[in-house]
């Protein structure tokens, strides 16, 4: 089975911290994402990368960055997080050759 | 670019009924429909998809219909269960990047 794991499930923090999330996939897959999840508005698409050191920006990409050193790690940073940015955090990684993502459990970011 | 519209936000059913979820998209460009269901701490799961060739798609109590003039997809679950209960998400993706651009999510509730 496709595993990929959020290593932190919650956090909290505060005001102007920087905030790492890390997420890992075993499957060898070229593309993974980072997406926000609020009530009501879906699924947002931060950022995606499609290999190594390569990254694109999605929809929200204000305020986030990120990191793909290798191939099965894909880190989302909050350099200042603000309380705007509490919120659920989703990774994915993508089957290139039928579309399907699998994603992770999330990280439930509360930010005070 | 795309945008996907969903609907209802929020379906309540007895067991035994059918539920339908029906999105629209945006972007004629878009050939590949994609649906996950989300359960309660976890995260999203691919449970059907369809592409542009087909105009529907069935998987036991599952199925997807695609009506490309009007942009319309849906999701038909029958005979639901309680363990049918879970918020559902329509997606499209366009081309061979496969990024999805996902609905808001339709909260499904069978009563037992």
């Known amino acids: 089975d496709v595993k990929v794991t959020q290593s932190s499930r919650y956090l909290v923090k505060r005001t102007g911290e920087k905030v790492f999330l890390e997420c890992v996939q075993d499957m060898d897959h070229e593309n993974m994402f980072w997406y926000r999840q609020d009530p009501g508005l879906g699924l947002r698409l931060i950022y995606f990368?499609?290999?190594?050191?390569?990254?694109e920006k999605g929809d929200i990409p204000e305020g986030y960055s990120v990191s793909r050193e290798k191939k099965e790690r894909f880190s989302l940073i909050l350099e200042s997080a603000s309380t705007n940015q509490t919120s659920m955090y989703l990774c994915?990684?993508?089957?290139?050759?039928?579309?399907?993502?699998?994603f992770g459990e999330g990280s439930r970011l509360t930010v005070l | 670019g795309e945008n996907v519209e969903q609907h209802p936000s929020t379906l309540s059913v007895q067991e035994g009924d059918s539920a339908v979820i029906k999105c629209t998209y945006s972007d004629s460009a878009s050939n590949y429909f994609p649906w996950y269901k989300q359960e309660l701490g976890k995260g999203p799961q691919l449970i059907i998809d369809?592409?542009?060739?087909?105009g529907e798609k069935k998987d036991q109590r599952i199925a997807v219909t695609l009506n490309k003039t009007a942009k319309h997809f849906s999701l038909h679950i029958t005979e639901t269960q309680p363990e049918d209960s879970a918020v559902y998400f329509c997606?499209?993706?366009?081309?061979?990047?496969?990024?999805?651009?996902f609905g808001r999510g339709t909260s499904l509730i069978v009563h037992p």
């Open positions: 994915a990684s993508q089957r290139e050759t039928t579309g399907e993502l699998f």
């Open positions: 990368s499609y290999d190594v050191k390569m990254k």
């Open positions: 997606a499209a993706a366009s081309g061979g990047s496969y990024i999805p651009t």
């Open positions: 369809i592409r542009s060739n087909v």
